[in-house]
């Protein structure tokens, strides 16, 4: 049997030909989803690749369909897309296909399942480009590999999969497009939706049982935790509307925001509508604050998400205000009323790595507490100090403690290894004096960075906000609160703390402050 | 007769070291965290243990 590879010209027929190929004459709003994506990315030519046996479509046809009655395909095809024409480079030699489909704009491509219920497999496309200024930041992006005869490709997205029904449901796939993007980038292991499936229905109970195969109907919050913790994960998860569950107004944006921003995809389940989807990116205004709130949510207008009914990429916005700001054509939609993360948001789960044991707002809770009990307790005093060496420094100090204790910062806080926290400062604009205290310090091999953002900033797709400062704190901590914080910089000072001393007594830190002569804002760390 | 090969400490950025350093602790500031901020990390980890008691008024699907 040989591959076979069909060009597609996709004119002003375009749309309703890959409509034919994907679902043929059946409703499928995930689909109609998809094609209105992949034309606004400029989508001009697409190549369907077939027979192609795909991984995940392999796993489910072993579980299911091979021992049903009816006769299922084995493989399936793959759509390529690309901004241009791209038949010349194909029919050209081998050895400059790479070379030559890489200029041609590679868009990305979608795995077409032969099950009517849900075709769409495997799928990997390029971010949405907006146009009205929103900057998208590709949170859960990863480079993908493709080969399309022997030529390499590569299309750095978010896995996007349409639940079968069989095998498994929304739950599932929810699960799958978090964890593929942290198996595609810390070569965690990779696991289908079969085996997701298995993991979560084992051992069984009532609940799952009421389907058949069980788990096929839907999984609840302790099912889709089981899955993660077998599948490596640690599974932090939380509530934000349960009988007995208050939160206050944009919680649960800020909660999912510092995991997003971490570059870890968010599952995000919404109880009114029993369903789940997966949150990928975040869109962000480049001006200043949109809301009050001292959390990173004040710079966001919505969500992206890719959900398995509803198509790839879909925007869930953070608050209504914000519904009239975005593409109508993307807004995620339930009873003809945009759903918003305020009002739709009942539980988040979220695959962290299995070494980290301490979560976010418990990162951003501790950075907060260290800067108002240090400007109430110590700010003059840090100020006089401070005024020793340059008036102009204690000035800028001074307002910076006002600030604090009038909540006139934002506070932006991730995750990163050490590695990459020192390899992002060394690159930045701060003052060497400030590079000097924190470049050698000893830490944790990950670390949740607070950075604290003017609540009037500026950002670009290009640039991070500028920040005033940050705290680093010991993601791998699980005990000890009190020696969770590590190290602070704040204009003109930086307070280290050393929770492994030599010369401290027995359980005390060595805390000191270095007063910096030399300090300006610098550029906060660039999600892209 | 060839030297002894010598370690040097290396001094990194390029630029002089701080040397104004303050010893909080003396100024009698310790940065441990203040019961506020425990309550409120104590709550927000009560009420994520409701998704297990909950869990089963769910179905995701």
Known sequence: ?528 | MDEEPQARSLKLGGVPANTRVVNLRELGFVGRVSDEARLEIEESEIRAELVLTTAAQFAFR
């Open chain 1, 1 to 528: 049997m040989r591959v076979k590879l069909e060009a597609l010209p996709l004119d002003t027929n375009g749309a309703q030909l890959l409509r034919n190929i994907l679902v043929g004459e059946r409703s499928n709003p995930a689909a109609d989803a998809l094609i209105a994506h992949v034309f606004e990315l400029g989508a001009r030519y697409a190549v369907l690749e077939h027979p192609y046996t795909d991984v995940d479509y392999s796993a489910d046809y072993q579980t299911f369909y091979a021992v049903a009655f009816k006769d299922y395909p084995r493989q399936t095809q793959r759509l390529h897309l690309f901004s241009q024409d791209v038949t010349d480079v194909l029919e050209g030699p081998f050895e400059a296909q790479t070379e030559g489909l890489k200029q041609r704009g590679y868009l990305g491509f979608v795995v077409i399942r032969p099950i009517s219920q849900g075709p769409i497999g495997r799928t990997v496309l390029n971010y949405p480009v907006p146009d009205d200024g929103l900057i998208v930041r590709r949170a859960a992006r990863a480079r993908n590999r493709v080969h399309l005869a022997g030529a390499e490709l590569h299309v750095e997205g978010a896995p996007f999969i349409q639940q079968e029904a069989k095998v498994g449901a929304c739950a599932q796939a929810a699960i799958w497009m978090a964890a593929l993007p942290v198996h595609l980038r810390h070569r965690s292991p990779r696991f289908t939706i079969a085996e997701i499936t298995r993991l979560a229905v084992t051992p069984t109970d009532a609940v799952l049982s009421r389907a058949l195969p069980a788990g096929s109907k839907g999984l609840n919050p302790a099912h889709m935790i089981r899955a993660l913790r077998g599948m490596g994960h640690q599974p932090l998860f939380d509530v934000f509307k349960a009988v007995g569950v208050s939160v206050p107004t944009g919680y649960a944006a800020s909660m999912v925001l510092r995991y997003l921003d971490s570059s870890l995809p968010v599952i995000l389940a919404m109880d009114h509508v029993g369903h789940a989807v997966t949150a990928v990116g975040y869109v962000e205004t480049p001006g200043g604050a949109l809301a009050s709130g001292e959390t990173l949510d004040v710079f966001t207008r919505a969500l992206l998400v890719h959900d398995d009914q509803r198509g790839p990429y879909r925007l869930l916005p953070l608050r209504a205000d914000d519904v009239d700001h975005l593409p109508r054509s993307r807004l995620m939609m339930h009873d003809d009323e945009p759903l918003t993360v305020e009002t739709a948001v009942s539980h988040m789960f979220v695959p962290l790595p299995p070494r980290v044991f301490l979560p976010a707002h418990r990162a951003d809770i501790i950075a907060r507490d260290f800067l108002r009990r240090q400007a109430a307790e110590l700010g003059p005093e840090i100020v006089a100090m401070t005024a020793i060496a340059s008036q102009e420094a204690a000035d800028t100090v001074e307002r910076f403690y006002a600030a604090i204790q009038q909540g006139g910062f934002v506070r932006r806080t991730y995750l990163t290894s050490a590695a990459r926290y020192r390899h992002h400062l060394a690159q930045s604009n701060a003052s060497p004096s400030v590079k000097l205290e924190l470049l050698d310090r000893t830490l944790p091999h990950y670390v949740w960075v607070t950075e604290l953002i003017p609540r009037v900033s500026v950002a670009g797709p290009g640039t991070a906000r500028p920040i005033v400062g940050h705290l680093v704190v010991n993601a791998t901590s699980s005990s000890d609160i009190d020696s969770d914080l590590l190290v602070a910089h704040t204009p003109h000072m930086v307070t280290h703390r050393d929770i492994n001393s030599a010369t401290t007594t027995l359980g005390e830190i060595d805390e000191r402050a270095v007063l910096i002569d030399e300090d300006h804002p610098y550029q906060g760390r660039l999600r892209r």
